[in-house]
Structures are given as C-alpha cells and as structure tokens.
C-alpha cells in the first residue's frame, strides 16, 4: 500500500485546461485505465485515463477547475506495484522534474532492453504516415502485454481534432512491451510497442530492435487541406488533401449544401475507410457554389470535391456589382448561392438545426464507441455539462433504440407512422440547461406514449356535489386524529370508485394479449398518482372495496410517503384495476387524464369550488368537486362508462349509498 498523487499527463502542450468532467469520486475503487476526468479546450477535449489502481483517498481537482501538465488530480491510495500498467511510468506522477520528460524519451531505454531473444526478434511497431507532422491522440489501445497479434490486428486508436485512425500491426507475434499509454500523444514515427516475432531460418538474427515500417494507409489526418486550385472569377475548386495512401475511399457524409457560407477549417465532407474515418476542412472561406462529389461516392488524394466563391471575391462582387450579372458570369450554381442561402435564413426559428457530426459534442472515447456502435451522435441527447454526450448517453439512446424497435415502433416517432418531432438546437435562442430525465420519468414518458399511442380515449365530465361529504369528513377530523390517519377528500373517492366498480364490472376488464379476449378482473385494486420529486409513480391500494374510509386514508399516507421517499416495491405498483389522479390539493377546474392502460379507465379530480346551484326553486351555494373519467373505448362503451360515472358522483353527492 502507498499513497501516490496523480497528476495530469502531457496535455499536448495546452495550459489552463477546463475540468469539464469529473468521473471518479473519494472511496472509489478504480483499475489502471479508468477515466478519471475529461478536458476541454477550445479545440479538443480529451479524458484522461488513470495510470493506476487503487483507492481514491481524496480528489484534488473538481469541474470548472483548470489544469496543466503536473496539475495534481486526486490522491491514490496504490496496492501494490504489480497493479500498474506497463506505460504508467510514463505518465507524470513523480517529480516535477519526471513530469517534464516527454514520453517518448522515456521509451527509448526500453529499445536497448529489447533485443533478439533466442530465434525470435522484437520489433518496434510505430505511427506510420498520418500525412502530416501533427501530434494526434493515443483514444485507445487493442492490444496489452502478453497478447498474441496477426499481421493486420488494429494496435491502437488515434484520434486528432478532424479523424480517426487505426494503427495494425505490421507482423504476427507476441506484445512484449507497450510503449505508449491510452491519452498520449504521438505523431509520425513515433514507437508504439514492441512484438516478439518468430524469425524464419533465412532471416539473419538482429540484435537490435528494429522499427518497422507501416504500409501506407487511407488514415491520414488532414488537418490541413490540399492547396485549393484557384480559377477565374475568385472561385476555387477544393480537392482532398493527401490521405496517404493512393487508394480511394468512400465519402460518408457530406456536411455543407450549395449556398452555403463557410469559413476555412470548417468540415466539407467525412471520408471513411476500413481502418479511419477523417473529415476534409474548406482551405478557404467563402460560399460553397456547386459540390462535385455526392455520398457514397468514392475519393482519394486530389480529387476534387467541391467549389468555393472565396469571401474575398464575394465581398469585392457585392461591393462592385449593382443588380446586373457579375461580368465574369458566375456559374448558375453560383449565382443561386446567395439566393438559396436568404431561403435557408427565412427558415422558421424552430427548423431543425442540421445535425453534422462536426456539431455533435463528445469526446474521444465517446465518437469511437460511437463508431463502433455505427450510432450518429448527432441524434444522441448529451447529459454532461453543457451537453456533452457521455457513454451513458451513447447507452441510454442504443436501448432506447432497441426497446422501440422490439415493441415495433419507430424509434423515432413513437411508432404507429407518426412523423418524428424534428430535433431543436434550443442553445440558438437563448441560456440553456440540459437536465437528466430520472427513471421514473423516462418510464412514465414511455407508458404515456404507448397508452397515448395505443389506446383510443375518450373523456367525460362531471361535478359531484360534495357538501354533505365536506361536512361529514370535517366532522370525522378529532375521530381520524384519535386513529392516527389523515382524511382527505381522496379516501372517500378511492372508496366510492370502489363501489361503482363493483357495481360496473365493465371497467374492471383488460383486453387480453391475444386481442380475442378480455379479462374480467374480480378484485378491486384502485391505483393512486402520487407526485414526487423524482416524478409519478402510482401505488395502488388493494381490496379498496373491501376497506373502511380511515383504511383507505391510512393506505393512502402510507403509500404517499413511501412514494415521496422513494422507497415503494415493484409489488406496491403492480395490480391495480383502475386509477385517480387527484390535483384537488393543488387546483384547477378539470383535466383530460391519460388511461393507464392495460388499465380501461381513469379518474381525474380537481379542485372543489362553492358554485351557485338550482334547487328547483332558487339557487345555493354547493361545494361543487369537478370530475373526468378518461376509459379505452376498445373496451369501454359510452353507456358503460356514462353509467359507472354517474354512478360515481350519486356516491359522492349523497355518501350515505356507500353503505347500501
Ligand atoms: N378539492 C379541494 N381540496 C382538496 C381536494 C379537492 N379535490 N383534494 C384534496 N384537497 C385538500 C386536502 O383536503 C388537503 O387539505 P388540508 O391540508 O387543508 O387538509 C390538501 O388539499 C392537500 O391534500 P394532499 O394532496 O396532501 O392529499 P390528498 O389525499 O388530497 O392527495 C395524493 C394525496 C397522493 C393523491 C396527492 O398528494 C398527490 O400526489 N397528487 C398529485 C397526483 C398527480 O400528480 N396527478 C396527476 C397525474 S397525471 O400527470
């Protein structure tokens, strides 16, 4: 046992780097590659892996915090040395001064150690050519000490601001050593792992290691693109910078339309290959006049993808230019830009924004599970700060997914065709927060569509004229005190629907799975929406017909404050035959309540209210309580339902037929 402070790796050379994330918390157990926080600069974020195991002792940064290279992260508490991963050494946790050394510097004392064993030799796999000098971000590595790697296998994810690639390795043998760690930093070149590998008979022994050269593969990473070609009128055809390799690969989306306005370094189209995906940036700013390619089409280094009006050339056109054509007669598409972007600018505020993968907000770890998901982030709601999609995230959408497409609906539309609510960036119009929606809130979204979806409803109305029953309860308050239970108008609701089932077994049905039979239910237990701060949940009170005024209150405080302390069982939730939803403690005059199905029927109650009501011969005050039933007309006819309510309310007014 020792205690250790982790520090921020090399950051790449960024200072003052926000804490976006914290993932980890004091007590927590973590293993040698667990994330600990994420960053964001103004460019990339990353998340930084531990180094470690251990047991969190105390954390040292928290989010909005800015860090460094060196910038203590949290205190560990290590087991044993055995624990630590391979290229943990690498990472800054000693000394300032071990902070400083560069990981590569670190791993060149590991080449001499090295060499040839026996009849094999080590060979040091490395970055092959990623088409520029950039550093580029470890985001994850396939293989670890001890695996055993066929020529091709992918050893490591890297990731810059603009692409993804894989690195394979370029022999089959044994990984002997890892030279790099998840989060680090390398370019071109630069040693990833050294592979023990059999050496055939004719192959002359080497003592040293050597660094292997990597095929040229379709995963650069322009972050530049090619040297635009410039033609007359300030137009300029955009090409594919070197990807290098010679090969063509497929372009997967493109990210800007004809007209649009653009400034250098924004995506114009995604490419993607068996091992890398890399977006290609605009050269120059300006607006897009015609796209020469389209998705799905293939395309390798030169060619030429789109053209652009550079800024400049507009901005002299609409300086010089009155009404008449540009002298230099702009293509068609040209000409239309200006026109098709003020179309796209009278769009109405709540249009769609475009999801583009170069909007969508994650990180690394994120975009590759991602990927390899085969998930468009852009439709992925984030939950981290400021909407940051997290893995949960990623997660929480896939089952989403999964459970819309096993019951049959449209994962987007909530099924049965309808169209799909277009998605709306908000942050456009003003300050937002993103808030997670609870369980019980997803659950209760999900139940609402479906009986929404499913259940065709009809709602009636009714005031019941409660004032004798208003009397009666005050009356019952020393009595209720003495039993030691609350009553409230509820209780003797729950009781007179109770009663009304009974006499209208109609309500007390449920349509069967297989469509061709109803389920006629002997038992009546009466569901309760109860309001919690985690959201609705409805407890139900069994045998309610068979229980007195003050049982039923009882059940209902009972279930109400295990409801609101959020310790209610499945079993307290399930059985229910019919539910109240009661706003009377909080007010209004009626509502439409949703049945909660495969329940037939609902009852909302609002508020009471004294109204001036006609006796036959003058009008009195009445304390009026107003009433709606919403019940599944798949079951449930009109005269039914007419019935039971009517019912209902003759209960209410006169509680004196409760006992009959
Ligand atoms: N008219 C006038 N006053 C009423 C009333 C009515 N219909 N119903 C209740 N009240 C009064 C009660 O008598 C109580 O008054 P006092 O404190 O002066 O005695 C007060 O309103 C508060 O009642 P309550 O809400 O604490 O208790 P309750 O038994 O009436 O209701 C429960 C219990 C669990 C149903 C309720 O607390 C609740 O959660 N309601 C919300 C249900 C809901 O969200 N439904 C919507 C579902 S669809 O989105």
Redesign the pocket.
């Given at each position: 046992m020792a205690k250790e402070i982790i520090k921020a790796p090399d950051l790449g050379g960024a200072e003052d780097v926000d804490v976006i994330e914290v993932f980890v918390k004091a007590g927590e157990e973590i293993t040698a590659d667990t994330l600990l926080v994420a960053l964001e600069t103004d460019k990339a974020s990353m998340e930084v892996p531990a180094d470690k195991a251990g047991k969190i002792i105390k954390l040292l940064v928290k989010e909005g915090d800015k860090i460094s290279q060196g910038t203590p992260l949290l205190e560990l508490e290590t087991q044993s040395a055995g624990d630590e991963k391979p290229a943990a050494k690498e990472q800054p946790t000693e000394a300032a001064a071990q902070q400083e050394a560069p990981t590569q510097k670190a791993a060149a004392p590991k080449k001499q150690a090295a060499a040839a064993e026996g009849s094999t030799e080590v060979v040091t796999a490395s970055v092959p050519d990623i088409g520029s000098d950039d550093e580029v971000q470890i985001i994850e590595l396939h293989v670890a000490v001890g695996d055993t790697v066929s020529e091709g296998d992918t050893l490591v994810t890297l990731e810059s601001d603009k692409a993804s690639m894989e690195v394979p390795a370029e022999v089959s043998g044994e990984i002997v050593e890892l030279l790099v760690k998840e989060g680090d930093n390398t370019s071109t070149g630069k040693a990833l792992a050294k592979i023990k590998t059999a050496r055939s008979g004719s192959e002359p022994a080497t003592d040293a290691p050597k660094t292997v050269e990597q095929p040229s593969t379709p995963t650069s990473t322009p972050k530049a693109a090619a040297k635009p070609e410039t033609a007359a009128g300030g137009e300029v055809t955009a090409v594919v910078p070197d990807i290098g390799s010679d090969d063509q690969v497929q372009i997967i989306e493109i990210n800007v339309s004809a007209g649009d306005e653009i400034s250098a370094g924004d995506t114009i189209l995604t490419l993607e290959s068996d091992k890398a995906s890399m977006e290609i940036p605009a050269e120059v700013s300006g607006i897009i006049v015609k796209l020469l390619v389209k998705e799905g089409d293939v395309a390798g280094s030169g060619t030429k993808i789109a053209i652009i009006k550079s800024a400049d050339a507009v901005a002299e056109q609409s300086a010089g230019a009155g009404a008449e054509a540009t002298p230099e007669a702009a293509p068609a598409e040209a000409s239309a830009a200006p026109a098709s972007r003020s179309a796209s600018s009278a769009a109405p505020a709540s249009a769609p924004a475009p999801a583009t993968s170069g909007e969508v907000y994650a990180g690394p770890a994120v975009r590759l599970l991602a990927r390899e998901l085969e998930v468009d982030l852009a439709k992925v709601t984030g939950s981290g700060p400021r909407g940051r999609i997290q893995k949960e995230d990623l997660h929480d959408y896939l089952k989403g997914a999964v459970k819309k497409a096993e019951s049959g609906a449209s994962a987007v539309s909530g099924g049965s065709g309808i169209p799909a609510v277009p998605a709306v960036d908000f942050a456009k119009f003003g300050e937002i927060e993103m808030i997670k929606l609870s369980k019980i809130a997803r659950v209760?979204a999900d139940n609402m569509a479906r009986s929404w979806l499913n259940v065709p409803h009809v709602t009636q109305w009714d005031d019941a004229d409660?004032t004798e029953l208003e009397e009666f309860?005050k009356a019952l308050k020393d009595e209720a005190e003495k039993a030691g239970v609350?009553v409230?108008?509820?209780?003797f609701?729950i009781k007179a629907v109770a009663v009304a089932l009974k006499a209208n077994p109609v309500l007390l049905r449920s349509l069967h799975a297989d469509g061709e039979h109803l389920v006629q239910k002997k038992y009546i237990h009466i569901g309760?929406?109860?309001?919690?701060p985690r959201g609705?949940v409805v407890p139900v009170i069994r045998d309610a017909d068979k229980k007195s005024i003050f049982e039923i209150?009882s059940d209902?405080?009972a279930?109400?404050a295990k409801?609101r302390d959020g310790k209610l069982s499945p079993a307290d939730m399930q059985g229910g035959c019919f539910t109240?939803?009661?706003?009377?403690?909080?007010g209004g005059n009626g509502?439409t309540?949703?049945v909660n199905t495969p329940e037939v029927g609902i009852l909302?109650?609002?508020?009471?209210?004294i109204k001036p009501m006609w006796n036959g011969s003058e009008f009195v005050p009445r304390l009026m309580?107003?009433l709606s039933v919403s019940y599944d007309h798949r079951v449930v006819n009109g005269a039914d339902c007419g019935r039971f309510f009517t019912y209902l309310v003759q209960l209410l007014s006169d509680i004196r037929r409760l006992a009959l």
């Open positions: 209760t409660i309860r609350k409230t108008p509820v209780a609701i309760m929406a109860v309001d919690t609705l209150a209902i405080g279930m109400a409801a109240v939803s009661s706003l009377g403690g909080i509502f309540p949703i909302g109650v609002s508020r009471s209210q309580l107003p």
